[in-house]
């Protein structure tokens, strides 16, 4: 009596439809996984606002009317990354004030406060980040000089408008502030 194994009586699927087949999964999968979530995951939002709106990278802004917040943790990154392009397009200054953020357009000011030590700065979306679970930001090694922030650390992101008079402050004081290599050769 001869005996059939599952190998021999199984049928190939051909290499187009098992590609097409995952094709169709990763895509279901991006679409979920961009798909707003109510569900709470250790992050705090309280409302979206002055976001721009994910239609406009690099065209005019439109605002949203009620204030953006969200608090959690923060991390910093740098060196390893110095001139590689970002998300965003551009090269990753680590002395610019800059951040990577999962959600928020690129181009979007967030006034970040570090709620250790209060201190506050101005920085500006560019990539998209942090990679690591739990955390809300990456900030730029400068930005992340700006607030205290050594490590990681809990902070308080806001939304701000392009017109805001506190945030043009900040940004002609940022002008003046030394970068790491400049201090360093002196």
Known sequence: MRST??????RRVPKAVRRFAAGVLVLGLALSASAKDDSPSGKIVISVSNVK??????TKARTKSKNWLQVGVASWYGMQFQGRKTAGGERFDMNSMTCAHPT????????????KNRRTTFVRVNDRGPVLEGRIVDLSFAAARAVGLVG????KLEAVRDGDPELAQALVAQLQMPTV????AR
Do not use: C, D, I, Y
């Open 53 to 58: 709106t994910g239609a406009e990278a690099g």
């Open 5 to 10: 194994s599952f190998r021999t009586a199984r």
């Open 104 to 115: 928020l357009p690129m181009g979007t000011w967030l006034r970040v406060t570090n709620l």
């Open 152 to 155: 990681v650390g809990k902070v």
């Open 181 to 184: 290599f400049e201090a360093l």
